[in-house]
């Protein structure tokens, strides 16, 4: 069965560089058919999608946060990273972990997020 | 950017009853949508993608429709587990944008 745990910081200080790992077990982050995701929710309110990436690297960001957010992946480590700089109290949130699975819609594939992590919470607070 | 907009907000329901809940894309997005289901203190559970093609192990109580720009997540027979936020997510073009969500309540 397929695991994801992000692990990383619960307090930020507010300018600092938010970071947080996600650890994924019962399956390889390297398959050519998934792709690995973060997504936050702010206590109270919905989700947002902040950014995916590949095995391979490629990265795809979410125009709202892009100049702030790196994710990178470590295959040899089965793991995938978040890094968010110059946090505010506004990013305050429970991070998600998730992995997008390969899956078809008219006219082309797309990429559904199938599995989650638990979510940890991150306050931006001195 | 495509936009996502959820309809109800909110919505107060009964055992039995069958909910409609409706999600519009700003933009086509032909059947580039999934549903999810999160319950409190849970990460949201993947209910539907493609608009309508229901993910393994869920109740078959649970469908999506539509394509383009109008989505539809019914629900026949809510049953007490049902009760929940319910978010449709758009998968076109690589921006995962969420709607902003639609809670179900017990009436």
């Known amino acids: 069965q397929l695991q994801l745990q992000e692990s990383g910081p619960g307090l930020v200080k507010p300018s600092e560089t938010l970071s947080l790992t996600c650890t994924v077990s019962?399956?390889?982050?390297?398959?050519?058919?998934?792709?690995w995701g973060w997504i936050r929710q702010p206590p109270g309110k919905g989700l947002e999608w902040i950014g995916s990436?590949?095995?391979?690297?490629?990265?795809y960001y979410n125009p709202s946060l892009k100049s702030r957010v790196t994710i990178s992946v470590d295959t040899s480590k089965n793991q995938f990273s978040l890094k968010l700089s110059s946090v505010t109290a506004a990013d305050t949130a429970v991070y998600y972990c998730a992995r997008h699975t390969l899956a078809y819609c008219t006219g082309g594939v797309c990429y559904p997020l199938d599995y989650w992590g638990q979510g940890t919470l991150v306050t931006v607070s001195s | 950017d495509i936009q996502l907009t959820q309809s109800p907000s909110f919505l107060s329901a009964s055992v039995g009853d069958r909910v409609t809940i409706t999600c519009r894309a700003s933009?086509?997005?032909?059947?580039?949508l999934a549903w999810y289901q999160q319950k409190p203190g849970k990460a949201p559970k993947l209910l539907i993608y493609?608009?309508?093609t229901l993910q393994s192990g869920v109740p078959s109580r649970f469908s999506g429709s539509g394509s383009g720009t109008e989505f539809t997540l019914t629900i026949s027979s809510l049953q007490p587990e049902d009760f929940a936020t319910y978010y449709c997510q758009q998968l076109n073009s690589y921006l995962y944008t969420f709607g902003q969500g639609t809670k179900l309540e017990i009436k």
């Open positions: 990436i590949y095995y391979s690297g490629s990265t």
């Open positions: 019962g399956g390889s982050i390297s398959s050519s058919s998934y792709y």
């Open positions: 933009q086509g997005i032909s059947s580039y």
């Open positions: 493609a608009a309508s």
